[in-house]
């Protein structure tokens, strides 16, 4: 049976959260118990040095993000579970990718647009100030990660369709040019992994400081959700699921009887205290579990480690021998 290829990672850049828990690591894990799936997870830290100076906060990062893959039931054997800098020709083949990737696809990434638009807003005669070759030409990379291991799949949130969508442009090119050597991958968009909102209402994101940590303490939890942002409707009147960050969150967790059933509370006018109340124990309930574990691997890096040492072996049993190819598809081999 042919095995279909499924990848994702998380950029090491902080503490793992309910936003990339939903829009990331759960529906990964979820793919990775199918039959005929090849799973690979990976701590991408070298994504991070685009938006992080800070080299304790980059390894502290890939400490966390590890453990949580741990925690939440990852089967290492099944899985390859590798650090992106521990398989070398990840970048290599990004040199390659960088050298057919046209710079008019790489204008069009959403990350470059939105800071020179920020740059334009604030009237500054340098359209281009601040970004880095790094952040300009990241979605390569991100192809790299994918076309390495000839990926079919990649989970994501919506807001990351637009990298898929460059590694296809990128792989079809070097295919045209080289022969076929890369699978064009799809993105797997789960509904309910939608970009979930933070205690502000923004998209949750470590850049708006408006994070839900994914193993805080059930108290601190508590305290994090009811500081999430509401209306000013008193109790017992009629409120609107639409643009509520305390109803999307609670339907990433619950099923479809329930989210109805929340429909109708918030129809009947239920109180935002309760609902805080609904959907910290709606959450917890799913977190709990895990918890432990996080807390029991954190503490145990060696361990940690080890699993990533191996499973860097499993990953490059593939993306050694494919980097020959590659290069020689090139024209950059041995004489004999």
Request: hydrophobic share 40%.
């Amino acid at each position: 049976m042919t095995q279909t290829t499924v990848l994702t990672g998380i950029t090491t850049t902080g503490t793992p959260h309910l936003g990339n828990y939903v829009g990331a690591i759960r529906p990964a894990i979820e793919a990775s118990k199918e039959t005929g799936v090849s799973p690979f997870y990976f701590l991408a830290d070298y994504h991070a040095l685009i938006k992080c100076n800070d080299p304790e906060k980059v390894h502290q990062s890939s400490l966390e993000i590890a453990a949580t893959w741990l925690a939440l039931g990852l089967d290492t054997d099944n899985a390859t579970f590798y650090r992106q800098s521990d398989v070398p020709e990840i970048m290599e083949l990004s040199w390659m990718l960088t050298c057919v990737t046209a710079k008019g696809l790489m204008n069009r990434s959403h990350a470059y647009k939105a800071m020179v638009a920020e740059n334009e807003a604030a009237a500054n005669n340098d359209a281009d100030k601040g970004i880095t070759m790094g952040l300009f030409s990241y979605p390569i990379l991100m192809a790299a990660d994918m076309l390495i291991f000839n990926a079919n799949k990649v989970p994501v949130g919506k807001d990351q369709i637009q990298h898929i969508e460059m590694a296809r442009d990128i792989a079809s090119r070097f295919n045209h040019i080289y022969g076929e050597h890369f699978t064009l991958p799809e993105a797997i968009i789960d509904d309910k992994a939608s970009i979930l909102s933070g205690l502000d209402g923004r998209k949750m994101s470590k850049s708006y400081n408006n994070t839900i940590p994914l193993f805080v303490p059930e108290k601190k939890l508590k305290k994090l959700i009811n500081k999430i942002k509401t209306n000013s409707l008193e109790p017992g009147e009629p409120k609107e699921t639409e643009g509520c960050t305390l109803f999307s969150t609670y339907q990433a967790f619950a099923n479809e009887e329930e989210v109805a059933e929340i429909r109708k509370q918030y129809a009947a006018g239920i109180a935002w205290g309760e609902m805080k109340k609904v959907l910290f124990e709606k959450v917890n309930a799913e977190i709990s579990p895990a918890r432990e574990r996080y807390d029991s691997l954190i503490n145990d890096p060696k361990f940690i480690e080890q699993k990533l040492q191996e499973g860097a072996v499993k990953a490059r049993t593939i993306t050694t021998p494919f980097l020959i190819e590659l290069r020689k598809a090139i024209g950059i081999h041995k004489f004999s």
